[in-house]
């Protein structure tokens, strides 16, 4: 099996990867690093909001909604 | 080169003990504050933001004790108005302990912002609150352990039934009055960031108070937030003091 990275904000309702890096930088890669999102955090995409912009994940046990914006900026390995 | 509690906009009594509670968003942190404090509360903004701030009272084994709710945060380290202000009050304020109340259910998340508090002042006491909903979701939390490997005092509590809150008031008073001395456990830098924060404390140490965390600060100036500096010098009252600071940034800047 080929291992694809893909932009979190592009992995599909129910889909999940492991974080692969942050190409956010600047006060918004402090942010996601805080909410748990580091090299290897588990991540799944829960659901979407109706525009499909925000979508809310489970990061590390919680529930957290991220704008496409911001999720665009986490890269994500799949397996 | 004085701080005090008046800068943040709080009026202790002479004999009261001030201590802050600190804890992610969404940790059952304002159910813990307002067990300890029952109905002894005032609520109002911290100065010059408009971020709500609960204080309130209560007394354990004959101490008087100022309870100060800081704003439910992930980290002491971006900008938003709501991190500043619980940072500005740990790191300046002085508080005679820093409770961090975490949820049992997802404690892994809550560490981040233990350590970041831990690595400012070593009178810290975690509070592992939610217990009765990481047992019915079966989790189970070695609140020894963890106590140990933290090096600080871990309480397990259930704030809304009360459970554990004696314990909680015990370890907050004894962290506080420095019946239990704390080894918390520091983060490790690389070599190269520890020696170039060592390098930075030594040249802002002659400008700073004498009882701030210099170390840390260097980290956060290396980090290249000014927002510290700027935090210390509105609360500095003396011109000549200001002017020193101004100097001494101006030189590691250089």
């Given at each position: ?75 994500i390995s799949?397996? | ?68 709710d800081l ?116 983060v490790t ?66």
């Amino acid at each position: 099996m080929s291992v694809s990275i893909v932009p979190l904000s592009q992995l599909p309702n129910g889909g999940s990867g492991r974080v692969a890096s942050l190409t956010a930088q600047g006060l918004i890669r402090r942010h996601l690093l805080d909410l748990g999102l580091v090299t290897g955090s588990w991540v799944e995409a829960i659901r979407r909001s109706p525009a499909g912009d925000p979508a809310a994940f489970n990061i590390r046990g919680a529930i957290i909604a991220l704008r496409n914006e911001d999720a665009n900026q986490i890269l994500i390995s799949i397996d | 080169m004085e701080l005090t509690y008046v800068d943040f906009g709080l009026k202790p009594l002479p004999d009261q003990l001030v201590i802050a509670l600190a804890g992610n968003p969404n940790t059952g942190k304002s159910t813990v504050f307002n067990a300890l404090t029952g109905l002894k509360q005032h609520t109002g903004n911290w100065p010059g933001k408009t971020v709500l701030r609960a204080e309130g009272s209560f007394i354990h084994r004959n101490n008087k004790i100022l309870l100060v709710d800081l704003p439910g945060t992930y980290s002491l380290l971006a900008t938003s108005a709501d991190e500043q202000v619980a940072r500005d009050f740990i790191c300046l304020g002085r508080p005679n302990a820093t409770v961090v109340v975490t949820d049992a259910t997802c404690l892994e998340r809550n560490l981040n912002l233990v350590l970041q508090v831990m690595e400012i002042t070593p009178k810290v006491v975690v509070c592992v609150n939610l217990m009765d909903e990481a047992k019915r979701r079966k989790i189970r939390v070695d609140v020894d352990t963890l106590s140990r490997e933290l090096g600080v005092p871990c309480i397990p509590t259930t704030a809304r039934d009360g459970v554990g809150l004696d314990k909680l008031k015990d370890a907050i008073l004894d962290v506080a009055t420095g019946v239990t001395v704390t080894s918390p456990r520091r983060v490790t830098y690389e070599p190269y960031i520890k020696q170039a924060a060592t390098q930075l404390e030594a040249r802002i140490r002659p400008f700073l108070p004498k009882w701030v965390n210099h170390y840390w600060i260097a980290l956060r100036l290396l980090e290249g937030d000014s927002s510290i500096i700027k935090a210390i010098w509105s609360r500095l009252e003396d011109d000549s003091v200001r002017a020193v600071i101004k100097e001494g940034t101006a030189a590691w800047a250089r």
